[in-house]
């Protein structure tokens, strides 16, 4: 299983990104899949998560509700908008997927990781 994540860019506050995530070796219309991310010198938060039909939907606290996650199964992708940046959203974004359509906020839930796309909010 391969995820790759994409779409991460320099942007100023209040400005927006798209982050595509692509899967392949993986039945991915029945995983479930999650955004989650690192800043600097911090430790892993959970961002977001989306069942594998795309109809249970979860976000953090510190995201809502600017953030909104996506997936188009016929792709094989998922996504997250990220809209009114902050600084403090910068950070290194993952996408992780867990094989038997669990969804939740825990790390360990989910077994499969890309390898991140970096994101900076700054003017």
């Known amino acids: 299983v391969q995820l790759v994540e994409s779409g991460g860019d320099l942007v100023q506050p209040g400005g927006s990104l798209r982050l595509s995530c692509a899967a392949s070796?993986?039945?991915?219309?029945?995983?479930?899949m999650t955004w989650v991310r690192q800043a600097p010198g911090k430790g892993l938060e959970w961002v977001s998560v989306?069942?594998?039909?795309?109809?249970?939907?979860e976000y953090a606290d510190s995201v809502k509700p600017r953030f909104t996650i996506s997936r188009d199964n016929a792709k094989n992708t998922v996504y997250l908008q990220m809209d009114s940046l902050k600084p403090e959203d910068t950070a290194v974004y993952f996408c992780?997927?867990?094989?038997?359509?669990?969804?939740?906020?825990?790390?360990?839930?989910?077994?499969?990781w890309g390898q991140g796309t970096q994101v900076t909010v700054s003017s």
């Open positions: 992780a997927s867990n094989q038997y359509g669990v969804i939740g906020s825990r790390m360990d839930q989910y077994d499969y």
């Open positions: 070796g993986s039945t991915f219309s029945t995983d479930a």
């Open positions: 989306i069942d594998d039909s795309g109809t249970l939907i």
